[in-house]
């Protein structure tokens, strides 16, 4: 129940198309999903997060969709760059007093072709 | 603004050696602190967190070990290394009323 699956492993798309990476999660309780862009050999950075109480969430080029009821959410990457290579982790957590724990997803691989 | 630094970048360790990582995070106070590892094309796995000075909690049984012995520091720790134990190792902390985790810039761990 505390597992958030992230699909496709890998993506490779070109450039100027669209990105569109899936998470699914079992937990009701799940109250926060950020995505984080993590590049060789560092660590993630936090790219954008969506509460549940929406169900989109737009900044710049990047997109979440959130799907309650089928407790799913997706990132959408427009216009994609080659600069946007990297790979994507999707999380869930609850809770933003006392501890937090963050669940990762797998990751997903995306290498945006010139 | 608040960092956070992690150290050391990269290490090559033999089996059977001891293992010190450092963290310290600056300009916050009382944050929530973690230890997640990540192995070669894997997903992040919590190792520890820590809610304050000396409170640690694990989250999976292994050969390591964490301690906070300042309200900034988390350090984390092995007596003696296994081949397992190579990974990438990344700190992270947040702030008490915020949900975003901040993610440093991880130490590179080959045991051989």
């Known amino acids: 129940q505390q597992q958030v699956k992230q699909s496709p492993q890998s993506l490779i798309v070109q450039k100027g198309g669209i990105s569109i990476i899936n998470c699914a999660y079992e937990?009701?309780?799940?109250?926060?999903f950020p995505w984080y862009q993590q590049f060789p050999g560092k660590g993630p950075a936090l790219l954008i997060a969506?509460?549940?109480?929406?169900s989109e969430k737009k900044e710049g080029r990047f997109t979440i969709s959130f799907n309650k009821s089928a407790k799913q959410f997706s990132l959408h990457i427009m216009d994609s760059q080659p600069g946007d290579s990297a790979t994507y982790f999707c999380?869930?957590?609850?809770?933003?007093?006392?501890?937090?724990?963050?669940?990762f997803g797998t990751g997903t691989r995306l290498l945006v072709s010139p | 603004s608040q960092t956070i630094h992690q150290w050391p970048a990269t290490l090559v360790q033999p089996v059977g050696s001891p293992l010190s990582l450092e963290c310290t995070v600056e300009?916050?106070?009382?944050?929530?602190l973690y230890w997640y590892r990540q192995a070669a094309g894997r997903g992040l796995q919590l190792l520890f967190y820590?809610?304050?000075?000396?409170?640690i909690s694990s989250e999976v049984p292994q050969n390591l070990s964490a301690s906070r012995p300042q309200d900034r520091q988390f350090i984390l720790s092995s007596k003696k290394l296994l081949l397992s134990d190579s990974g990438f190792y990344l700190c992270?902390?947040?702030?008490?009323?915020?949900?975003?985790?901040?993610f440093g810039e991880g130490s590179w761990l080959t045991v051989v």
């Open positions: 969506i509460r549940p109480d929406v």
């Open positions: 820590s809610v304050g000075i000396g409170q």
């Open positions: 999380a869930a957590s609850m809770g933003n007093t006392g501890f937090q724990k963050l669940v």
């Open positions: 992270a902390w947040r702030p008490k009323q915020s949900y975003t985790i901040y």
């Open positions: 300009g916050t106070s009382n944050p929530n």
């Open positions: 937990n009701t309780a799940f109250d926060y």
